[in-house]
């Protein structure tokens, strides 16, 4: 009989997704078939795969995640329910993979509850059909009175799934023990007797002084701890922006790599409102000597060696964002490597036109940043596949040759209006995926930088246009799933969950 383990939070952000990733891990380290499951998520960071049918549909980011660290496909059964934001308390429903509509909270509840449980049920089912173990992972926090009659990730997925639940709380917010006693006493009764154990996330220093916390709040709830796993970045792509650095604030990830300052370069990010896939950052990220920096919007550029703009679940209102704060006067002054990705590349095309379709407002055509020769027609139908390209490298990522895999998420197509080189010659003419000039890169590839033929080709090009030598990567560094299983294997006792 398949066993279910639901991974709940007492917040948001506590660990949960790295926890999951590496119980997926571990299992199928020791020959158990496992499926990672999230009813409920709520991202704009996306991935395309397969439904039951091999129809292409969308997922969070997490739960591929999850599976690849699982070794099984990524499927829409992962995460059957998902919101992705636009704005102005508005949310893309997606339902085992296809996009339903944009909808309110309180529409999302009234109309659309009853089939997304239904969806949930579904998929799960047909995950238990072949694992062992399912791994879920809740959302937020598993004790929220005022939601707790529509959690569809937390309260709904342990009730229909008879899950095992672990109760994941982050020490690093402080007060790691109230939040886990209070928990306790915020779920439904029913579901209390289903918490099989805690795990205690981000600690730093001596394990032993937590003790004294570690034994009362055992005797107080009768619940074991079974780990308490030390701050440490395993490397997983993020769930969401909310790891970001909060608006208004200019923040660099990937500095602790021990590279001297001036052996690195700086990859701006300009943070749009409604930013998605920044995972496709990430690779960037974990490349020693590589500062990836979510600057605001009026910024100077004055710092940056090279400029990514990452997609966006909204590319009219973002793109009038950038506008607005005056960012393409910025970019006209920097002379460095210019990449778009996806929403990013519609942007630094000549203009965007049916602009009313993709907006929030009424604007047929919207001016772009005038850095591509590309213009974008949007239309209602929204392209979502998993693809691989022959990449013929060209200006910011000149020299790269072979092939990449990835996927497409947008609406809208983009044709040549100018003169510019065609990256992926076998793309169709009418909607290339791409196009490029020597000084900028754009491509319709979520995914890109995660093939290294184009990271390597990118990040040449950055370090000889900032003079500064390309620092060497240490081949031997563990998978990223591998050391999320890490974490749990060297720091908890898993014995207890008997997986």
């Known amino acids: 009989?398949?066993?279910?383990?639901?991974?709940?939070?007492?917040?948001?952000?506590?660990?949960?997704?790295?926890?999951?990733?590496?119980?997926?891990?571990?299992?199928?380290?020791?020959?158990?078939?496992?499926?990672?499951?999230?009813?409920q998520n709520m991202s704009n960071n996306a991935r395309a795969v397969a439904d039951s049918d091999g129809r292409t549909g969308e997922i969070g980011v997490s739960q591929y995640v999850q599976a690849r660290a699982a070794r099984v496909p990524a499927t829409t059964d992962a995460n059957p329910v998902l919101l992705k934001p636009r704005g102005d308390g508005e949310s893309q429903l997606v339902i085992q993979g296809e996009a339903v509509g944009h909808f309110a909270a309180r529409e999302y509840y009234d109309a659309h509850w009853d089939r997304a449980l239904a969806a949930a049920r579904e998929s799960h089912a047909r995950l238990a059909e072949t694992a062992d173990v399912v791994v879920a992972e809740g959302a937020g926090s598993i004790a929220e009175p005022n939601l707790r009659d529509r959690d569809l990730a937390n309260v709904e997925t342990a009730r229909f799934a008879d899950a095992e639940i672990l109760l994941v709380a982050d020490i690093e917010r402080g007060g790691v023990f109230a939040s886990l006693v209070g928990t306790l006493e915020l779920m439904p009764a029913d579901l209390r007797?289903?918490?099989?154990?805690?795990?205690?996330?981000?600690?730093?220093?001596?394990?032993?002084?937590?003790?004294?916390?570690?034994?009362?709040?055992?005797?107080?709830?009768?619940?074991?701890?079974?780990?308490?796993?030390?701050?440490?970045?395993?490397?997983?792509p993020e769930e969401d922006s909310v790891s970001l650095p909060a608006v208004g604030e200019r923040a660099v990830h990937g500095d602790d790599d021990g590279v001297p300052a001036d052996r690195s370069v700086t990859v701006a990010v300009p943070r749009f409102p409604r930013a998605s896939n920044v995972t496709d950052l990430e690779p960037l990220v974990r490349e020693p000597g590589v500062r990836v920096a979510y600057v605001p919007l009026d910024t100077d550029l004055a710092d940056a060696d090279a400029v990514v703009l990452p997609g966006s679940k909204n590319t009219v209102d973002d793109l009038l964002a950038l506008r607005d704060a005056g960012f393409p006067t910025a970019l006209d002054a920097f002379d460095g490597p210019v990449v778009g990705l996806c929403g990013g590349y519609q942007m630094l095309g000549e203009r965007v036109t049916d602009a009313a379709i993709e907006g929030t407002g009424d604007r047929e055509t919207v001016p772009g940043l005038g850095v591509l020769p590309v213009e974008t027609k949007f239309e209602a139908d929204k392209r979502v596949e998993p693809v691989e390209r022959d990449l013929r490298g060209t200006g910011p990522l000149a020299g790269a040759s072979g092939s990449v895999a990835g996927y497409e998420i947008h609406m809208g197509r983009s044709r040549l209006v100018g003169e510019a080189a065609r990256p992926f010659p076998g793309a169709d003419g009418l909607a290339p995926d791409g196009a490029a000039t020597e000084r900028a890169f754009g491509t319709y590839l979520h995914g890109l930088f995660e093939n290294r033929v184009a990271r390597d080709a990118f990040l040449d090009s950055v370090f000889a246009a900032a003079g500064v030598e390309r620092p060497t990567r240490d081949q031997d560094r563990p998978s990223p799933y591998d050391r999320a299983a890490d974490l749990l294997r060297d720091h908890a006792d898993l014995a207890p969950l008997s997986l």
């Open 1 to 39: 009989m398949t066993r279910t383990l639901l991974v709940a939070g007492t917040a948001s952000h506590v660990g949960k997704s790295t926890v999951a990733a590496g119980l997926c891990r571990l299992l199928a380290d020791q020959g158990t078939a496992v499926a990672p499951f999230k009813a």
């Open 193 to 236: 007797e289903q918490v099989v154990g805690a795990l205690v996330t981000k600690f730093r220093g001596d394990r032993s002084l937590l003790e004294p916390g570690v034994e009362e709040f055992e005797d107080r709830t009768g619940v074991p701890v079974l780990g308490v796993l030390p701050y440490d970045d395993p490397g997983l």
